[in-house]
């Protein structure tokens, strides 16, 4: 049965893909806890009703995962607000890094596989301020568009708190209704600017996390293994899956 995500998303006016993670049920009976975890797009456009919604959520940590290209062009507006602490952790992708050099993977999956593996520190940093933060209020992670980057943290924390992968696979699948109007403005801005791009790369395509959730088994036995080689303490993850499951 089809998962209703959209319940999840959040009633904001400058953000389209800001989503609470909690209430997700996991495979024991339980349910991922609300308050704990938001996952979001852009925030460069909210408005002061957003910020102040979000203010009492309430947010006390931002993790913006865009490069230093993106904040330059669109900068947070939630890196000034009193009360949340604002943290850049570059987390390039293919799309909007400057590192980008015009090569797109055969996959999506392929780059997030890639993702994974080349970016273990910053996997390892972005989990070490969750914990650090978790117990002061609501820690919201974010991107561009809130589909690559974003989606594997999302995907970490759910397979960590031991969600069901449909509901993974769905919670990813989600962004490409909720970003449909952003998906094809960004299209037809590159083909202004003379840049074919293949449109999976815009997609949200179920087998796209579901490469990834599958790398992420075999390698290291799941979200724990993985966080693990990324630094993280067996104890921190067992307070984080402590906080977040209820």
Do not use: S
């Given at each position: 049965m089809k998962?209703?995500?959209?319940?999840?998303?959040?009633?904001?006016t400058g953000a389209?893909?800001?989503r609470e993670l909690g209430?997700?049920?996991?495979r024991d009976g339980r349910f991922t806890k609300k308050g704990c975890f938001l996952r979001g797009d852009n925030t460069n456009h909210l408005t002061q009703s957003d910020i102040d919604f979000?203010?009492?959520y309430p947010v006390v940590l931002a993790v913006d995962l865009r490069s230093a290209g993106e904040l330059l062009k669109a900068p947070s507006l939630l890196e000034k607000v009193p009360d949340i602490h604002y943290k850049n952790v570059t987390m390039a992708d293919e799309m909007n890094s400057n590192e980008f050099l015009g090569v797109?993977?055969?996959t999506m999956g392929e780059m997030y596989i890639d993702l994974l593996e080349t970016s273990k520190i910053r996997f390892g940093r972005v989990f070490q301020l969750f914990t650090a933060h978790m117990h002061n209020g609501t820690c919201l992670f974010h991107c561009m568009a809130g589909k690559d980057r974003t989606g594997l943290v999302s995907m970490l924390l759910l397979e960590l708190a031991n969600v069901d992968d449909d509901i993974i696979i769905e919670d990813y699948a989600a962004t490409q209704v909720f970003q449909e109007d952003l998906r094809i403005q960004q299209l037809e801005f590159l083909e202004q600017q003379g840049i074919s791009v293949p449109?999976?790369?815009l997609l949200s395509e179920p087998q796209n996390i579901e490469a990834a959730l599958s790398h992420l088994r075999l390698r290291y036995g799941g979200a724990r293994g993985y966080l693990k080689e990324c630094g993280i303490k067996n104890d921190d993850l067992d307070s984080l899956i402590w906080h977040f499951v209820e």
């Open positions: 998962y209703d995500i959209e319940k999840h998303l959040l009633p904001l389209h893909n800001m209430g997700y049920p996991t979000l203010r009492g797109f993977p055969d449109e999976r790369v």
